[in-house]
Nanobody
């Protein structure tokens, strides 16, 4: 199982970025997938989740209405479209998958993680 995150960068406040997570070793549609982020000195924060075959999507209140998570089964890749970015969105962003099917939303529920991609939003 491998996840490869990409797409981070430096943008001005109000700008947009699209993160990608290319996956291998499992079928994307069958498992819960997520984006987490960690700002310096802070704990991991769950940003967005898609629940396996249901396809239901959840967002943290801090990003609701600005971020959109999606998946492309043909490419076995999922995405995080981030619009109206704010300086407080600055963090390392990680993609992750829960292969157990448990359905929890804490970092410990996700057993496989990508390497992280840095997002920096300047004011």
């Amino acid at each position: 199982v491998q996840l490869q995150a990409s797409g981070g960068g430096l943008v001005h406040a109000g700008g947009s970025l699209r993160l990608s997570c290319a996956c291998s070793g499992f079928t994307l549609d069958s498992y819960h997938i997520a984006w987490f982020r960690q700002a310096p000195g802070k704990e991991y924060e769950g940003v967005s989740y898609i629940r396996g075959s249901e396809g239901a999507t959840y967002y943290a209140d801090s990003v609701k209405g600005r971020f959109t998570m999606s998946r492309d089964s043909a490419r076995n890749t999922f995405y995080l479209e981030m619009n109206s970015l704010k300086p407080e969105d600055t963090a390392m962003y990680y993609c992750a998958v829960d292969l157990t099917g448990w359905g929890g939303r804490t970092p410990s529920d996700f057993g496989f993680w990508g390497q992280g991609t840095q997002v920096t939003v300047s004011s």
